[in-house]
Every structure is written in C-alpha cells, then in structure tokens.
C-alpha cells in the first residue's frame, strides 16, 4: 500500500511525522530516504512527538543511533549515512534495536537495504522546487 502527501512548511511535514508516531507499533521499522536537507530530520521529530518524547531529535550522524526511552515506546533513530560497511551495524547491535519493542527510524536505509526486515514502511521525501521552496513530496510504502 502507498499513501503520498504533499506539504508546503516544515510544520505540515512535521504533522504528519506526529501522526505516523502516534500509530507506531512495538518493533514497528520505518525507512526513511531523502537528500541532504529535505526534511527528514523534522519528520523525525515529528514521530517522536507523536511517540510522546518531548526532549530534543537530532539527527545521531557520528553515533549511527541515538535511542530515546522517555515515549510510550522506545524510539531507536538510526542515520547510517557514515556507515563504511554493513557490519558495523552488527557491532552496534542493529538486530537487538530492529527486533526489539520499539520504533526503528533508520534513516539513508537505501545504504543497507541488504539487512532491513521485508515488513517496514519505505518513506521517501523529495523535493520540487517549481512547486515551492518548503514544497516535499511524501510517499509511504507498506511492506
């Protein structure tokens, strides 16, 4: 199944990251795909809202993932964009996070599609500069 939205500021994008939270699942993984700068952290941040975290999301680029208990879930936030091979995923204990009974946002998950579980929701943010600088393209696919 996919849904597309299209939005127009960072809090509409930031809406819609909240309502994806709210309906997270325990071992729920969320693959998220995007340029540099198109959003993906405010849509993050807006999950975390919707998992209830209230402290600061930001993007854990040096420390690959950054966890946060303080949600009605936990919330494990992966950027694997400075991943140099795929297993320093298993170093870090990917399948522990991936398996367990939070929400896995991985972010440049096209890095590592080898090793992402086959049920995840793909989100894909793209931009459209003859629609608007704050304009993005949203597409969530069900897997």
Do not use: C
């Not at 597309?4 to 939270?21: D, M, W």
């Not at 086959?118 to 500069?129: F, G, H, N, S, T």
């Amino acid at each position: 199944m996919q849904t597309i939205y299209e939005t127009y500021s960072p809090e509409e994008t930031a809406k819609i990251g909240r309502q994806l939270g709210k309906e997270a699942l325990p071992g729920d993984v969320y693959t998220l795909i995007g340029d540099l700068g198109v959003g993906k952290t405010v849509l993050t941040q807006g999950i975390a809202a919707g998992l209830g975290i209230t402290e600061p999301v930001n993007s854990p680029t040096f420390t690959i993932v950054q966890v946060y208990d303080s949600g009605r879930i936990p919330f494990y936030h992966f950027d694997v964009y400075r991943i140099g091979d795929i297993e320093e995923m298993d170093e870090i204990g990917y399948e522990d996070y991936v398996y367990g009974e939070g929400l896995s946002m991985i972010e440049w998950a096209n890095l590592i599609e080898e090793i992402l579980p086959e049920k995840r929701k793909d989100i894909v943010i793209e931009k459209d500069l003859e629609k608007g600088f704050d304009y993005r393209k949203i597409t969530i696919t069900s897997k």
